[in-house]
């Protein structure tokens, strides 16, 4: 007879639940750092344009043309600002699947201890009854093996040691 462990749906949904805890984290990392290239790319295209205002007024720019660099530039400040933003977030969202897996994983961790004490008693226990079985053969051996050299014993007390009958 194997051991049957009464919670193992339990603890197989665990694992599931666990596996997709890990997906989920995945997910959110993936999602962070498109966020990460996304904000250095905003924050190297707005460096690049403040380069671009830098040459552009020391050749003699004309002022309408150095106020459109000037509102680019702010818009480009701004969307590093939301693109920053949006990384921040999905930093948030990386920490909380982290810490969702972590829990996971220790509820999961929780059943597997659980199944491994009820398999090491399940083993004690049929070892114990095997012991006890083993034991009851032995005892009833012995017990045959008793009666049969008694009776010779008997038998060979009921005759005399002359070797006549009686």
């Known amino acids: 007879?194997?051991?049957?462990?009464?919670?193992?749906?339990?603890?197989?949904?665990?694992?599931e639940h666990e596996k997709a805890k890990a997906r989920a984290l995945a997910s959110a990392r993936d999602n962070a750092d498109a966020a990460h290239r996304a904000k250095d790319e905003i924050a190297n295209l707005r460096d690049h344009s403040k380069q671009?205002?830098?040459?552009?007024?020391?050749?003699?720019?004309?002022?309408?043309?150095?106020?459109?660099?000037?509102?680019v530039l702010a818009s480009l400040?701004?969307?590093?600002?939301?693109a920053a933003d949006?990384?921040?977030?999905?930093?948030?969202?990386v920490q909380k699947a982290q810490e969702m897996l972590?829990?996971?994983?220790?509820?999961?961790?929780?059943l597997d201890r659980l199944k491994s004490r009820h398999t090491d008693t399940w083993r004690a226990e049929?070892?114990?009854?095997?012991?006890?079985?083993?034991?009851e053969v032995a005892?009833?051996?012995f017990s045959r093996k008793a009666g049969?050299?008694?009776?010779?014993?008997?038998?060979?007390?009921?005759?005399?040691?002359?070797?006549?009958?009686s």
Request: net charge negative; no cysteine; glycine share 4%.
């Open 126 to 135: 049929s070892a114990h009854k095997d012991r006890v079985a083993m034991d």
């Open 1 to 15: 007879m194997s051991f049957k462990f009464r919670l193992q749906r339990v603890l197989e949904l665990r694992e």
């Open 102 to 110: 972590e829990e996971a994983a220790r509820d999961r961790r929780v």
């Open 77 to 82: 400040d701004e969307r590093v600002l939301l």
């Open 52 to 71: 671009q205002i830098s040459t552009t007024a020391n050749s003699g720019p004309r002022i309408g043309h150095l106020h459109q660099l000037g509102f």
């Open 139 to 141: 005892l009833a051996q």
């Open 148 to 165: 049969l050299t008694a009776a010779d014993d008997a038998a060979s007390s009921n005759t005399p040691i002359d070797g006549s009958h």
């Open 86 to 93: 949006a990384a921040k977030l999905a930093d948030d969202d």
